[in-house]
């Protein structure tokens, strides 16, 4: 079941359907799409007594703003009660005993949670392989990955399973697999969404964000989600504007910025060649369209692998066996209790990259590594600051290609980090960005278009989105 | 001594003060100790996944106290960090501490030396920073680890290498201890860890410039144990350079049942603690206001109350010192001060005496705080105030101290109701001396034959009669009168 939300709220009005069958619904489709492996875990009694508790809601009009949507999340945000593996070994039996503050947002707003979804093994991947409990299969072509790290939820939303998904991104993992699966992917401002509940992989670049069907639905669910939380003191205290009002349809008077540095040669024609189809579109809209430039996007990826596995080296220190999680077995002292629960618990790829993090803040290695990251940081996020001076908003491809064979990247770690290539910065830069379905290429697999904008200004890419929605592309 | 005499020690103290905020640096979690293991606790200070730490602002304001009583500069803008290590009492795998931009810098406290005069202390930094939890090890079972104290707050106060011998060094941290303790930030108890104290030590020739190699000596968990171990470690390395031998930079823990400081592994000392800034918080902004609004909460220090005393009410430095020893003890002293009638050198002695003697002796034997003291400063006042005008003799007060104690009752009340007021009526006095000179014609005549010591027994059979209440000094005079009449 492929829904809006929109349609979703007509169908209960109508009598045509209830929250529950709704959530009944999503739950066959989870089912008969198991072969995927989007979900690690279902909650498919718990979702239906909470569809129940709400269709009487409905009834008696006490009902939130989000009765009706059935939400899978990533497993990598805190739901009480449940398990929060992180696609990993490590927390494989972990049980969550507080709720992320976006999820007291969704259950205090009426949404249904339905499960939790197949990511990379702490969010560290492209390609949702590196998760300890499988591979999540792309349903247009099963020996494909969905991207990642958020490709559970990604396929979740793509496969019916559920009206939206919640995600994280914190180098392009809700705006990639939104690309490789045809959704819609967004990343909120960094400091918009609180991260208390959110496991952290990179603390300054971690955002959580919504996968949908359309544009209107992903401003559904940051308006929800989003705001202030005295509980993450990185959240920002930004009023949070009635964002589905921002979807007027309309892109007059909007200034579209090209950044020249992301069409370069590595981009794959076709994939070029559906940017611009939507491009044309904004144009025959009435938007204005001028190439602007940020210099320093060859620097993107370095530095973000530098600081992101900095941060994340030392987040995942509390990953030692001695109070919960993975503990090996047979240890003789407490070095070998660390050393082997931490080499049998995480998997190859977080091995890696806590080994980077640590060499970047080692002792004469700091300043000639994290300390010129921090540099670059700045001169990225100033490279956007310029830019906006002129343009609304920044049209780029999500990723320099589309959906790849299983397999093909898992063993070449940079050919697998240049996929986030423009999805990176605007974690570094911390402004937002969403991806939306652009066209498919001759295999029919689909293109992502994304949308960058400026600080905690969400509403105008929504409305940049929504608008090329509805151009039929 | 004599073969120390061409060396001179450079002493830097490192000193850590846990702060009294009620609930932990970055969580709502008590910080009461003594509660059972574990149980101060929250996903926060636990370090579970998906967490995060939100400041506790209390423990900006202390810490700003502490930079201004300390003469520091206090930074607008500071920054936490991670201090990475592993650990089983350190539930996150990292310590959130200030490395780069700490909030507090280049300060000084004046210490007293042993002459009496008064040397400058140059304080580097001060920094905020969370406690790790502790780790039982001396069980038979495994090791034990209670995280109550995970995230309780600290200051670090780290000095500069000014201090030149181990009384310094101790001078230094009971001035440490007495500003804590007098901005109530800390309750200064080195016994229980809420001060901490870690040192650097080295030694060069008296005249040299350059700086020795430094040990860092840890665990110095007594006031008792500060000199002791300096002492042996500056004996330690001066040895070893008289050898012909060489200091090694290590650190090393002093064991005082044994009296000896011994070498960590290396492997333990050899952290490199890949310190970055913490992302999860944001920089501590402190604006000017708020550093000139703390400003006027500070109280006076315990040196300038010193001289004032001196100064104002005339009090020898005896005095002064006991009373300024701690904040409580001087603001009880001057609030019974403030409420004498007749405020003037000789009323303020009787308040400090009866402040140190008979004030402190009571807190002592009850093991009470001052501030739970049951006499309030304004009772004792009005007791002293009874004795300057006359209407009680000292010996009575002795009395009437203990029953305010007892009862609590405003000294007036208790002295009409017991009827302890002094006789200074010269014409009953005179019939009582009159009655007791009668009654004791062969010790009168012993007093004129020039044996004067049975006078003392005159007072008593007249005090007798008067039921202890008649003015001594009248008593006397009248007495003297009739004798030598």
């Given at each position: 079941?492929?829904?809006?939300f929109?349609?979703?709220?007509?169908?209960?009005?109508s009598g045509a359907?209830?929250?529950?069958?709704?959530?009944?619904?999503?739950?066959?489709?989870?089912?008969s799409?198991?072969?995927?492996?989007?979900?690690?875990?279902?909650?498919a009694?718990?979702?239906?007594?909470?569809?129940?508790?709400?269709?009487?809601k409905l009834?008696?009009?006490?009902?939130?703003?989000?009765a009706?949507?059935?939400?899978?999340?990533?497993?990598?945000?805190?739901?009480?009660?449940?398990?929060?593996?992180?696609?990993?070994?490590?927390?494989?039996?972990f049980?969550?005993?507080?709720?992320?503050?976006?999820?007291?947002?969704?259950?205090?707003?009426?949404?249904?949670?339905?499960?939790?979804?197949?990511?990379?093994?702490?969010a560290?991947?492209?390609?949702?392989?590196?998760s300890?409990?499988g591979?999540?299969?792309?349903?247009?072509?099963?020996d494909?990955?969905?991207?990642g790290?958020?490709?559970?939820?990604?396929?979740?939303v793509?496969?019916?399973?559920?009206?939206?998904?919640?995600?994280?991104d914190?180098?392009?993992?809700?705006?990639q697999?939104?690309s490789?699966?045809?959704?819609?992917?967004?990343?909120?401002?960094?400091?918009?969404?609180?991260?208390?509940?959110?496991?952290?992989?990179?603390?300054?670049?971690?955002?959580?964000?919504?996968?949908a069907l359309?544009?209107?639905d992903?401003?559904?669910?940051l308006?929800?989600?989003?705001?202030?939380?005295?509980?993450?003191?990185?959240?920002?205290?930004?009023?949070?504007?009635?964002y589905?009002?921002?979807?007027?349809?309309?892109?007059?008077?909007?200034?579209?910025?090209?950044?020249?540095e992301?069409?370069?040669?590595?981009l794959?024609?076709?994939?070029?060649?559906?940017?611009?189809?939507?491009?044309e579109?904004?144009?025959?809209?009435?938007?204005?369209v001028?190439?602007?430039?940020?210099?320093?996007?060859?620097?993107t990826?370095?530095?973000?692998?530098?600081?992101?596995?900095?941060?994340?080296s030392s987040?995942?220190?509390?990953y030692?066996?001695?109070?919960?999680?993975y503990?090996?077995?047979?240890?003789r002292?407490?070095?070998?209790?660390?050393?082997?629960?931490?080499?049998?618990?995480?998997?190859?790829?977080?091995?890696?990259r806590?080994m980077l993090?640590t060499?970047?803040?080692?002792?004469?290695?700091y300043?000639?590594?994290?300390?010129?990251?921090?540099?670059?940081?700045?001169?990225?996020?100033?490279d956007?600051?310029?830019?906006?001076?002129?343009v609304?908003?920044?049209?780029?491809?999500?990723?320099?290609?589309?959906?790849?064979?299983?397999?093909?990247?898992?063993?070449?770690p940079?050919?697998?980090?240049l996929?986030?290539?423009?999805?990176?910065?605007?974690?570094?830069?911390?402004?937002?960005g969403?991806?939306?379905p652009?066209?498919a290429d001759?295999?029919?697999?689909?293109?992502?278009?994304?949308?960058?904008?400026k600080h905690?200004?969400?509403?105008?890419?929504?409305?940049?989105?929504?608008?090329?929605e509805t151009?039929?592309? | 001594?004599?073969?120390?005499r061409?060396?001179?020690?450079?002493?830097?103290?490192?000193?850590?003060?846990?702060?009294?905020t009620?609930?932990?640096?970055?969580?709502?979690?008590?910080?009461?100790f003594?509660n059972?293991?574990?149980?101060?606790?929250?996903?926060?200070?636990?370090?579970?996944?998906g967490?995060?730490?939100?400041l506790?602002?209390?423990?900006v304001?202390?810490?700003?106290r502490?930079?201004l009583?300390?003469?520091?500069?206090?930074?607008r803008?500071?920054?936490f960090?991670?201090?990475n290590?592993?650990?089983?009492?350190l539930?996150?795998?990292?310590?959130?501490s200030?490395?780069?931009?700490?909030?507090?810098?280049?300060?000084?406290?004046?210490?007293?030396?042993?002459d009496?005069?008064?040397?400058?202390?140059?304080?580097t930094?001060?920094?905020m920073?969370?406690?790790?939890?502790?780790?039982?090890?001396?069980?038979?079972?495994?090791?034990?680890?209670?995280?109550?104290?995970?995230?309780?707050?600290?200051?670090?106060?780290?000095s500069?290498?000014?201090?030149?011998s181990?009384?310094?060094?101790?001078q230094?941290?009971?001035?440490?201890?007495?500003?804590?303790?007098?901005?109530?930030?800390?309750?200064?108890?080195?016994?229980?860890?809420?001060?901490?104290?870690?040192?650097?030590?080295?030694?060069?020739?008296?005249g040299?410039?350059t700086?020795?190699?430094?040990?860092?000596?840890?665990?110095?968990?007594?006031?008792?144990?500060?000199e002791?171990?300096l002492?042996?470690?500056?004996?330690?390395?001066?040895?070893?350079?008289?050898s012909?031998?060489?200091?090694?930079?290590?650190?090393l823990?002093?064991?005082?049942?044994?009296?000896?400081?011994?070498p960590?592994?290396s492997k333990?000392?050899?952290?490199?603690?890949?310190?970055f800034p913490?992302?999860?918080?944001?920089p501590?902004?402190?604006?000017?206001?708020?550093?000139e609004?703390?400003?006027?909460?500070?109280?006076?220090?315990?040196?300038?109350?010193?001289?004032?005393?001196?100064?104002?009410?005339s009090?020898?430095?005896?005095?002064?010192?006991?009373?300024?020893?701690?904040?409580?003890?001087?603001?009880?002293?001057?609030?019974?001060?403030?409420?004498?009638?007749?405020?003037n050198?000789?009323?303020?002695?009787?308040?400090?005496?009866?402040?140190?003697?008979?004030?402190?002796r009571?807190?002592?034997?009850?093991?009470?705080?001052?501030?739970?003291?049951?006499?309030?400063?304004?009772?004792?006042?009005?007791?002293?105030?009874?004795?300057?005008?006359?209407?009680?003799?000292?010996?009575?007060?002795?009395?009437?101290?203990?029953?305010?104690?007892?009862?609590?009752?405003?000294?007036?009340?208790?002295?009409?109701?017991?009827?302890?007021?002094?006789?200074?009526?010269?014409?009953?006095i005179?019939?009582?001396?009159?009655?007791?000179?009668?009654?004791?014609?062969?010790?009168?005549?012993?007093?004129?034959?020039?044996?004067?010591?049975?006078f003392?027994?005159?007072?008593?059979?007249?005090?007798?009669?008067?039921?202890?209440?008649?003015?001594?000094k009248?008593v006397?005079?009248i007495?003297?009168k009739?004798?030598?009449?």
């Open positions: 079941m492929t829904k809006t929109g349609r979703i709220k007509a169908d209960l009005r359907a209830s929250c529950e069958s709704i959530t009944m619904e999503y739950l066959g489709s989870a089912e799409g198991r072969r995927y492996n989007a979900f690690l875990s279902l909650f009694e718990k979702a239906v007594a909470r569809a129940r508790e709400i269709d009487r009834k008696a009009g006490t009902a939130g703003p989000l009706g949507m059935v939400v899978a999340v990533k497993d990598v945000i805190s739901l009480k009660g449940e398990r929060v593996t992180c696609g990993s070994k490590i927390l494989e039996d049980v969550a005993p507080y709720d992320a503050t976006v999820i007291e947002r969704l259950i205090a707003a009426d949404a249904v949670i339905i499960g939790k979804t197949n990511m990379d093994e702490f560290m991947g492209s390609s949702t392989e590196n300890a409990f591979r999540t299969k792309l349903p247009q072509d099963e494909r990955v969905p991207g790290s958020s490709g559970g939820s990604a396929v979740a793509k496969a019916g399973m559920c009206t939206t998904a919640l995600g994280t914190t180098g392009g993992s809700i705006r697999p939104a490789f699966t045809g959704v819609v992917g967004l990343k909120p401002t960094y400091g918009r969404v609180s991260r208390y509940g959110l496991v952290a992989f990179a603390s300054s670049f971690d955002q959580i964000g919504p996968f359309t544009a209107r992903a401003a559904t669910v308006r929800v989600i989003a705001g202030r939380d005295e509980r993450d003191a990185t959240s920002a205290d930004v009023p949070v504007p009635d589905e009002k921002a979807l007027t349809g309309d892109v007059r008077g909007v200034t579209i910025g090209i950044p020249k992301y069409y370069g040669e590595a794959d024609p076709a994939i070029r060649a559906g940017v611009e189809k939507g491009i579109a904004l144009k025959a809209g009435g938007a204005k001028r190439e602007v430039s940020l210099p320093h996007t060859d620097y990826i370095a530095a973000y692998y530098i600081l992101a596995t900095a941060e994340a987040n995942l220190a509390r030692d066996g001695a109070r919960y999680g503990r090996a077995k047979d240890v002292d407490l070095t070998e209790m660390y050393t082997r629960s931490r080499s049998e618990g995480f998997g190859a790829e977080v091995k890696r806590i993090g060499y970047v803040l080692s002792a004469g290695y300043d000639a590594y994290y300390r010129k990251g921090q540099k670059v940081r700045r001169l990225i996020q100033n956007f600051l310029e830019a906006f001076k002129s609304d908003c920044l049209v780029t491809p999500t990723s320099p290609s589309t959906a790849f064979k299983a397999g093909e990247k898992i063993d070449d940079l050919q697998m980090y996929s986030d290539i423009y999805t990176t910065s605007a974690n570094l830069a911390g402004i937002p969403i991806s939306i652009c066209g001759k295999q029919g697999l689909p293109i992502g278009l994304q949308i960058l904008g905690f200004d969400e509403a105008t890419i929504l409305r940049v989105a929504d608008f090329l151009c039929n592309m | 001594m004599s073969q120390h061409p060396y001179e020690p450079v002493i830097g103290l490192e000193v850590h003060a846990q702060l009294l009620r609930s932990k640096a970055f969580c709502s979690c008590s910080t009461e003594g059972d293991p574990n149980s101060n606790v929250c996903p926060v200070c636990l370090g579970l996944p967490v995060l730490p939100v506790n602002a209390r423990v304001e202390f810490v700003i502490m930079g009583a300390t003469h520091c500069t206090i930074a803008k500071s920054v960090a991670r201090k290590y592993f650990y089983p009492d539930p996150k795998g990292y310590q959130i200030q490395y780069e931009d700490p909030i507090c810098t280049d300060g000084f406290v004046e210490i007293e030396l042993e009496g005069s008064k040397k400058n202390i140059g304080i930094r001060i920094h920073e969370e406690d790790a939890g502790k780790s039982i090890h001396d069980l038979d079972v495994d090791t034990l680890v209670d995280v109550n104290r995970c995230g309780v707050p600290l200051i670090e106060i780290v500069k290498p000014d201090l030149r181990p009384h310094e060094a101790y230094y941290l009971s001035a440490m201890k007495q500003i804590v303790t007098y901005l109530g930030i800390c309750d200064g108890n080195m016994e229980e860890g809420s001060l901490r104290c870690d040192a650097n030590v080295s030694v060069r020739p008296v040299s410039v700086l020795g190699t430094k040990t860092e000596l840890k665990n110095l968990n007594s006031f008792r144990f500060v002791k171990a002492q042996y470690e500056i004996n330690r390395q001066i040895a070893l350079l008289e012909g031998g060489q200091v090694v930079q290590e650190t823990l002093w064991n005082p049942d044994q009296g000896v400081a011994i960590m592994r333990e000392e050899a952290h490199d603690y890949r310190y913490e992302p999860d918080l944001v501590v902004l402190v604006p000017e206001e708020q550093i609004s703390v400003r006027k909460t500070l109280p006076e220090f315990p040196m300038a109350r010193r001289d004032r005393y001196i100064a104002e009410y009090l020898p430095k005896y005095d002064a010192d006991i009373l300024t020893e701690s904040r409580d003890l001087a603001e009880y002293f001057e609030a019974t001060v403030r409420a004498l009638k007749r405020r050198p000789e009323t303020a002695k009787m308040a400090s005496n009866w402040t140190m003697t008979d004030v402190l009571v807190v002592r034997e009850r093991h009470i705080e001052i501030r739970d003291f049951p006499i309030q400063p304004e009772r004792l006042a009005g007791m002293i105030d009874l004795i300057a005008d006359g209407t009680i003799s000292s010996k009575i007060a002795k009395d009437l101290f203990e029953e305010m104690l007892a009862s609590g009752d405003h000294p007036g009340i208790i002295v009409k109701a017991k009827g302890l007021v002094q006789v200074s009526d010269e014409g009953a005179e019939r009582a001396v009159a009655e007791v000179l009668e009654k004791n014609p062969e010790q009168v005549l012993k007093y004129k034959s020039g044996k004067h010591q049975v003392g027994y005159f007072v008593g059979e007249t005090m007798k009669i008067m039921k202890g209440k008649a003015n001594p009248l006397n005079d007495l003297k009739k004798l030598e009449s």
